[in-house]
């Protein structure tokens, strides 16, 4: 699974269409977000640092919502996006998740133990289950 990591709002208009999760390393405005949506419309998640995220306005949180967008807090740890655009979730971590799901994890746990064992915040790994579940069922 791939990231798109996004540094500035310049970069906003020229994202590929099809891009699904994108972290915003910066902190966005409303017009930031609306461009954003309306830039990649196939859009299923928008990430952003802690600090960022507690300054979302309820308005865009209820945007996002309609538009079913999830909104996730997390951080890109140690990407560097001028050797690469994207941050890959590892395929250990997927593989990981997947061996906790079929022993019966639940989602929260496996979140919680995944958390502390890679680099992705709790959200990002119960987004990725929340995907993972139509191929896990």
């Given at each position: 699974?791939?990231i798109r990591v996004v540094s500035?709002?310049?970069?906003?208009?020229?994202?590929?269409?099809?891009?699904?999760?994108?972290?915003?390393?910066?902190?966005?405005?409303?017009?930031?977000?609306?461009?954003?949506?309306?830039?990649?419309?196939?859009?299923?998640?928008?990430?952003?640092?802690?600090?960022?995220?507690?300054?979302?306005?309820?308005?865009?949180?209820?945007?996002l919502e309609m538009q079913k967008?999830?909104?996730?807090?997390?951080?890109?740890?140690?990407?560097?996006?001028?050797?690469?655009?994207?941050?890959?979730?590892?395929?250990?971590?997927?593989?990981?998740?997947?061996e906790l799901k079929a022993d019966?994890?639940?989602?929260?746990?496996?979140?919680?133990?995944?958390?502390?064992?890679?680099?992705?915040?709790?959200?990002?790994?119960?987004?990725?289950?929340?995907?993972?579940?139509?191929?896990?069922?």
């Amino acid at each position: 699974m791939k990231i798109r990591v996004v540094s500035s709002r310049e970069e906003i208009p020229t994202l590929n269409p099809n891009e699904r999760v994108i972290h915003l390393a910066f902190r966005p405005s409303n017009r930031d977000v609306f461009m954003l949506a309306e830039t990649c419309p196939k859009i299923e998640a928008i990430q952003l640092p802690k600090s960022y995220r507690r300054t979302v306005s309820k308005s865009i949180e209820m945007f996002l919502e309609m538009q079913k967008i999830n909104l996730l807090e997390g951080d890109v740890w140690g990407h560097r996006k001028d050797i690469n655009e994207y941050y890959n979730v590892s395929q250990n971590v997927l593989e990981k998740i997947q061996e906790l799901k079929a022993d019966r994890f639940s989602n929260e746990m496996i979140a919680d133990k995944l958390s502390r064992e890679s680099k992705l915040n709790s959200d990002m790994i119960l987004y990725i289950l929340s995907k993972k579940s139509l191929e896990l069922s």
